[in-house]
């Protein structure tokens, strides 16, 4: 059995989301601005031409052989900016929070292959925007950090 929960979905929302496995030592990063939030996006992704199940076999790694896949979702402020169709500050967010994902290999254990692919925007230079990813960052070491 595997057990899923659901804390917060809304109607609409903003999230970053970090897929993960410890098995097999694997990130997704991704955002989203869908309707049930994570939950359609991760359905998406799971899809036989999803984007992260391809990213898996670009690696070799048979999505339906893990059975620890996680995944950890951080809700962006209700501002216009991340709630638009326009995504670029969600970008910019999904980007810092996969570069420092990089730079935080060694709190980590065990460290992640990171296989998401992200796309710089210039709202990544914002003090705002660096401030909302470095707080992921800090949530996702202790998230991670305590899982089993």
């Known amino acids: 059995m595997i057990e899923s929960k659901i804390i917060h979905c809304k109607a609409i929302g903003a999230y970053i989301y970090i897929w993960i496995s410890k098995q097999c030592q694997v990130a997704y990063v991704g955002q989203t601005h869908a309707k049930a939030g ?5 359905a998406q992704h799971v899809r036989p031409n999803g984007t992260f199940r391809a990213r898996l076999e670009d690696i070799g790694i048979d999505w339906d052989t893990i059975n620890d896949w996680r995944i950890l979702t951080y809700e962006l402020p209700s501002k216009q900016e ?19 994902l990089y730079q935080i290999q060694a709190k980590i254990n065990p460290k992640l292959r ?11 230079k914002k003090q705002s925007i660096i401030n909302i990813a470095d707080e992921i960052i800090v949530q996702f070491i202790e998230k991670y950090n305590g899982l089993k």
Not at 38 to 42: D, G, H, L, S, Y
Not at 114 to 124: E, F, G, L, P
């Open 38 to 42: 994570v939950v359609t996006r991760a």
């Open 82 to 100: 991340f709630l638009s169709l326009e995504s670029s500050y969600r970008l910019a967010v999904e980007y810092l929070v996969q570069i420092r």
């Open 114 to 124: 990171i296989v998401s692919k992200v796309t710089y925007t210039v709202h990544a």
